[in-house]
């Protein structure tokens, strides 16, 4: 009777274990696949070594001239709509200086007022008058151009630089991975080894997180860039068209359909 009991016992206990499982081999290969499993995305970034810090900061950085972008980027805020409705009322009343004086005011600070500024300063005093305003508006339009896409170039340069690093990464890596193997043996060369190839693959994977959601974001942002001073040319063309009539002639009643349609509230 007991040895039948005992038999019965080590049959439930074989039946109640894993099959297959080797007592000799299992703890270690559940040590390793634990370890794996339970790196975290720091002890990731922390194997590429300080090159994977800079690339972090790096994201930061291009993350912010994103986010600033987003919120330079508004028809509202590169044309302000009351500015508009403003400078409309002003030009027809062929009153630059106070118009001038309204681009100026801090509060009312944009691509529009700047570009309507400088403008018609420039053709108060040039010689020919209102016959170079059309070109002063071309003139400043441009160089505010600069200013506006600066955030964008911001964007780009990390675009570029972030699979440079990530390249300099693989290559430290690299000369690191072949010195272990000529100066090392046995499993102080293996865990040597592995510390240099995460280096290598940790920095590439990194420049081309940088890279991709960058570059994507350059080329989304140009194009808006360019809607948006299209926009405004055509707004500033419409606002002083009541200059460019004689100064007898009685200008035209009605606003021009670019300036009322800027013009409304968002």
């Known amino acids: 009777m007991l040895t039948s009991a005992m038999i019965q016992l080590s049959v439930l206990a074989f039946a109640?274990?894993?099959?297959?499982?080797?007592?000799?081999?299992?703890?270690?290969?559940?040590?390793?696949?634990?370890?794996?499993a339970d790196k975290s995305l720091l002890g990731y970034i922390h194997s590429g070594g300080v090159i994977s810090y800079i690339m972090v900061v790096l994201s930061i950085v291009a993350l912010g001239l994103i986010?600033?972008?987003?919120?330079?980027?508004?028809?509202?805020?590169?044309?302000?709509?009351?500015?508009?409705?403003?400078?409309?009322?002003?030009?027809?009343?062929?009153?630059?200086?106070?118009?001038?004086?309204?681009?100026?005011?801090?509060?009312?600070?944009?691509?529009?007022?700047?570009?309507?500024?400088?403008?018609?300063?420039?053709?108060?005093?040039?010689?020919?008058?209102?016959?170079?305003?059309?070109?002063?508006?071309?003139?400043?339009?441009?160089?505010?151009?600069?200013?506006?896409?600066?955030?964008?170039?911001?964007?780009?340069?990390?675009?570029?630089?972030?699979?440079?690093?990530?390249?300099?990464?693989?290559?430290?890596?690299?000369?690191?991975?072949?010195?272990?193997?000529?100066r090392l043996e046995g499993a102080a060369r293996s865990a040597e080894l592995a510390t240099y190839m995460s280096i290598a693959l940790v920095t590439t994977a990194e420049g081309l997180i940088i890279a991709v959601p960058c570059t994507i974001a350059y080329a989304l942002f140009k194009k808006r860039t360019d809607r948006l001073v299209q926009y405004c040319g055509q707004v500033a063309e419409a606002l002083v068209v009541p200059l460019q009539v004689p100064a007898g002639a009685k200008a035209p009643a009605p606003a021009p359909a670019a300036v009322a349609q800027a013009a409304r509230p968002a």
Not at 16 to 36: D, F, K, L, N, R
Not at 83 to 109: H, P, S, T
Not at 114 to 120: A, I, K, N, Q, Y
């Open 16 to 36: 109640q274990s894993p099959a297959g499982a080797t007592p000799s081999t299992t703890p270690g290969a559940a040590t390793a696949a634990a370890g794996t």
């Open 67 to 182: 986010i600033a972008n987003l919120i330079q980027l508004r028809k509202t805020a590169v044309a302000k709509p009351g500015l508009i409705a403003a400078l409309e009322r002003l030009l027809r009343e062929r009153n630059i200086d106070m118009a001038v004086q309204l681009c100026a005011q801090k509060e009312n600070d944009c691509y529009l007022a700047r570009v309507m500024r400088d403008g018609l300063m420039k053709a108060v005093r040039s010689p020919f008058g209102m016959l170079e305003l059309k070109p002063a508006l071309e003139d400043a339009g441009a160089r505010e151009l600069e200013n506006l896409d600066r955030v964008n170039h911001g964007i780009a340069i990390m675009a570029a630089v972030g699979p440079m690093l990530g390249l300099l990464g693989t290559v430290i890596g690299m000369i690191g991975a072949f010195s272990t193997i000529g």
